[in-house]
């Protein structure tokens, strides 16, 4: 057991100080706000703990200065475009364009290379206190399409880098078999291709880790008579998948089926609590009722959508209809949660000329325990007995932080990945 005394902590209801947590194995046993022994729930009482009581045997706590929190789920992440960063920034051009310079990419790496790539890129993100990742992951083959000996190669390769640089990992194992709405894989896409639906799933059926959720690449890139099959094996797991990032993709869809992308997921029953929608970025009205009457889960990422010039998506129209804010860094052009906290509020001022559209509170919530409950992680994301110590400290006197105080808006407006500090390992003074 690791006693801990946090200096101040985001706890369920609220910032408290003088928070007193004890772990066994990695998972909080005991979290108090007053004297030790006083209760087996956190509480916001105001009283601060003291370290030791007379009767106390054991050491001291291990006292963390700053505000702790929740390790943050990055809920979207394509590992190997981190390649592009700095790069595809330095000429002008689209979505579409910026598509063809990370084709070039892909085509080129092989498990060796996308072990060695990914662990960085997820050392990053453990440096600036994300402890969960979802990796959408679709470069299944090799470079002529063909399967390596090992089928799951490079979805292995991702979940050793992942196991390598201390982050837990969702691998959600993605379908993707179509170049566009009936057009065949073309170039590198043939490295994403299982042929069809039922292929795709045998495959990731046979695939013998835990760690495996789904995706639906997007309703471009499967076919609409198969969609079907891959929510079918999405049963019971955590299924993503892009929508509407592009107006171009909306405009296909109605023209090949006479849905929009989000009705066409509605009408095979992929929506729901256990989806999540990345990006949702140009949608009807229906479409926002359909995607919070269901529950389903949306994902943005602003610095990756704002980098593509995709456009800002109704985050809070969303949320009011019933749809759970996630978020993701997908592209990586930067790695830091704070900042895509505190731009989807941001860009929600920009685009309605108000302010105050999201609290602190509830973008860190999007952060931390309902990003991780989006990657099927309900033991994480909140400091509470029960839940994994997957915890990071925010330093309060840092040039960016200091004089802020202890609050959700340092956290959201003020703090970033460069401030955060790892909690003392068990065992460790």
Do not use: K
């Amino acid at each position: 057991m690791t006693a801990y005394l946090l200096e101040h902590a985001l706890l369920p209801d609220g910032v408290a100080s003088g928070v007193r947590l004890e772990v066994v194995d990695g998972v909080i046993t005991e979290a108090l706000v007053g004297r030790p022994g006083d209760s087996s729930a956190v509480t916001t009482a105001d009283e601060s703990p003291v370290p030791r009581t007379s009767g106390e045997s054991g050491p001291p706590p291990t006292h963390v200065p700053g505000l702790t929190i929740p390790g943050m789920a990055n809920c979207h992440s394509h590992a190997f475009h981190r390649t592009l960063r700095g790069r595809t920034q330095a000429e002008r051009g689209s979505f579409w364009t910026w598509r063809e310079q990370m084709y070039a990419v892909a085509a080129d790496l092989t498990p060796d290379s996308c072990f060695e790539l990914a662990r960085e890129v997820y050392a990053e993100m453990r440096a600036v206190g994300i402890t969960a990742v979802g990796e959408f992951h679709y470069l299944h083959h090799q470079p002529d399409g063909t399967l390596y000996d090992d089928p799951h190669a490079m979805g292995r390769a991702l979940l050793a880098a992942a196991d390598d640089a201390g982050i837990r990992i969702r691998l959600l194992d993605t379908c993707y078999l179509a170049a566009g709405f009936g057009r065949q894989p073309e170039g590198v896409q043939r490295r994403y291709s299982d042929g069809d639906a039922h292929a795709w799933a045998e495959r990731v059926a046979a695939f013998d880790d835990d760690r495996v959720g789904v995706a639906i690449h997007s309703v471009r890139a499967v076919p609409p008579d198969q969609l079907a099959t891959v929510v079918e094996a999405a049963a019971g797991r955590p299924l993503h998948v892009h929508l509407s990032e592009q107006v171009a993709e909306n405009d296909a869809c109605l023209a090949a089926t006479g849905r929009t992308p989000t009705r066409l997921l509605a009408d095979v029953g992929a929506l729901g609590p256990l989806t999540t929608a990345v990006h949702a970025t140009h949608l009807t009205d229906d479409d926002v009722r359909l995607l919070g009457e269901s529950g389903t889960r949306v994902c943005f990422c602003p610095t990756t959508e704002r980098d593509l010039a995709d456009g800002v998506g109704p985050s809070r129209r969303l949320h009011e209809a019933g749809a759970v804010l996630t978020l993701g860094s997908d592209s990586h052009a930067v790695i830091d949660l704070f900042e895509e906290m505190r731009a989807v509020e941001l860009d929600e001022r920009l685009v309605t000329q108000r302010r105050g559209h999201w609290s602190a509170t509830e973008l860190l919530a999007a952060a931390t325990v309902d990003g991780h409950a989006s990657l099927g992680f309900d033991d994480a994301g909140a400091i509470a007995v029960g839940q994994r110590a997957d915890l990071v400290t925010v330093d309060l006197g840092s040039t960016r932080t200091r004089g802020c105080g202890a609050t959700p808006e340092t956290l959201v407006f003020a703090a970033g990945g460069a401030d955060v500090r790892p909690l003392p390992e068990e065992g460790t003074r």
